[in-house]
């Protein structure tokens, strides 16, 4: 028999180790939450499916791919470098760049054909310039601050931004947008007022012009039908959530959009802890009986934040088995005293469903103080993902 060490020089690893951890996304639920936003935005009004922070944690290209099969045709992305990403990976549809790009990588632009979203006068001479420069009209979108007081232009500069964009021959004014930061509040006034704003501000030019006016995203869509214009934003509602949390899920009627990311994990170690014993780091929480728990291979480094410490729930044989203790870095506890029968191996759903039960992204924000955007993009940017078709 070979000795362990002759194995080792010998042996070729072929096998991918993977994590305990699994994200896994639904791409059917991807297209068909598409094809549902797309009746609460019907035709002409575009949707732009946001795909930014690796499409909210589910896969940029996965999602672009499985958007693009329901009929998507415009793309947002945050920073320049996904933009380039998407395009290497086959998308062919319109791509929009919506956090500026430092200037040395201006020619990106050309080479992979994305629409930079400008808010700031420098960046607009610049990439006027360049476009000048290499004789070539370049597609952008002006944004404007219509009352989120994040990135844009002010409403007042809008008549001085035309001017300039007159004289510059190689920018073509694609496409004027603005953002809503209340539509996921349906009795909100704001969003009537800050749309008022937007129009005041380029209701005259994009009247007669080609230029796309946007400034919908997912609540809008779902909320605010007077608000579509030429073209939707949506993020969110396209990975299954409603921006207003459960509320808006509880509140919907007719087809319910369908979250498209679950995360699994199995059982580590079984054990048996008697009445009067600590759990964990600081024994924040203290057995009151003989009690069995779970020991589960996640922690915060897997996207599962300290603060759901003692507070949430997970799924093992069908049932909810509630945290015990601190979450760590790599582990944490449930209590499975009332499930019969859990060993070391069995499934553990974190986010999804087993048997009748489901823990969903608003669920899990709920316990520890956020919102399933944050929930998704922190569980999926930082595990494994597999992505399952259904044919
Ligand atoms: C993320 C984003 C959206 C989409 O917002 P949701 O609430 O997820 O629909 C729309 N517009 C811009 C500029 C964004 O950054």
Known sequence: MASLDELEKTTTITMT??????????????????RLIRQHVPHPSKIMAMIKSDGYGHGMITCAEAFARAGCEHFGVAEMSEGVDLREAGCAGTILTFMGFDHRW??????????????????????????????????????????????GFYPSEFSGLVSRLQAME???????????????????????QVYQVFNQAVGTLSKESLSVRSIGNSGSALYFPQTHDDMVRVGIALYGYYPDGRKGRLAADGELLEPAMSYSTRVLQVRDIAA?????????????????????????????????????????????????????MNLCMADITDIDGVESGDEVIVLGTQGQETIDADELGAWCNTISYEVLCSLGNNNE???????
Do not use: W
Request: charged share 25%.
């Open 17 to 34: 180790i993977s994590s305990y951890n699994k994200i896994t996304i639904d791409s059917a639920a991807l297209e068909k939450n598409y």
């Open 106 to 151: 201006s020619d990106y632009f050309f080479s992979h054909n994305l629409t930079p979203v400008i808010y700031d006068l420098a960046d607009l001479l610049h990439i006027a310039a360049v476009a000048e420069h290499r004789q070539i009209r370049i597609p952008i979108y002006l944004k404007f601050d219509c009352g989120m007081s994040r990135l």
């Open 170 to 192: 190689h920018v073509e004014l694609a496409g004027l947008m603005s953002h809503f930061p209340c539509t996921d509040d349906r009795s909100s006034d704001n969003t009537t």
């Open 276 to 328: 009067g014993t600590g759990v964990s780091y600081g024994h924040t929480f203290i057995a009151e009986t003989d009690m069995r728990l779970a020991v589960l291979p996640i922690g915060y480094s897997d996207g599962y934040p300290r603060t759901l410490s003692n507070r949430a729930e997970v799924l093992i044989r069908g049932k909810r088995a509630r945290l015990r203790g601190r979450v760590c």
């Open 385 to 391: 993902r597999e992505t399952r078709f259904t044919i």
